[in-house]
């Protein structure tokens, strides 16, 4: 029987739960989503991009001052390679929601005027146009979550119980 280290053990499992948590959290903002196209209730999505993005410019600041103020190694790279993950993920954000609301304003102004006097092809271009911001946005989501999972990498670790008693006294 080969010996698997509890450390490998341990990555694969973070790895599992960072993969599993992208997946839920991807999926649970597309459903979000397609239920506000359904409903052609755009102001909640307009109105969320704002907390956003000042959630990742400010992760983006935190990781960049937090990458000087580290003496040079490997933490001080694992925390560079958050920020420009993190500046990676606020540029596509940026994209995606100036593309997604063109593609918004196109399908409400399309819906005011009706149905009958419009193409349909018209209508399909701007449903790609729409979820082709919004994909973006969820691209976004994950270089951002690639950046976390960088620096959270020892929130993860194998601790021996007599460890875990000493920091627990």
């Given at each position: ?44 999505l ?92 969820l ?31």
């Amino acid at each position: 029987m080969k010996y698997i280290s509890p450390r490998r053990v341990a990555n694969r499992l973070a790895r599992t739960f960072y993969n599993l948590l992208y997946a839920l959290v991807a999926g649970a903002i597309f459903a979000a989503l397609t239920s506000y196209f359904e409903q052609r209730d755009f102001v909640p999505l307009a109105a969320i991009s704002g907390p956003i993005l000042a959630i990742l410019f400010g992760f983006t600041a935190l990781m960049y001052n937090r990458a000087r103020a580290l003496p040079s190694g490997v933490d001080q790279r694992r925390s560079l390679y958050a920020a420009e993950r993190s500046l990676q993920a606020t540029v596509l954000f940026l994209i995606g929601a100036g593309t997604g609301g063109l593609g918004a304003i196109l399908i409400h102004s399309l819906s005011s005027i009706g149905n009958q006097s419009v193409h349909p092809g018209v209508i399909i271009f701007a449903t790609v146009f729409f979820y082709g911001g919004m994909l973006l946005v969820l691209f976004s989501f994950g270089s951002f979550f690639l950046g976390l999972q960088a620096i959270a990498h020892k929130l993860m670790r194998w601790i021996s119980l007599r460890r875990l008693a000493r920091i627990v006294r």
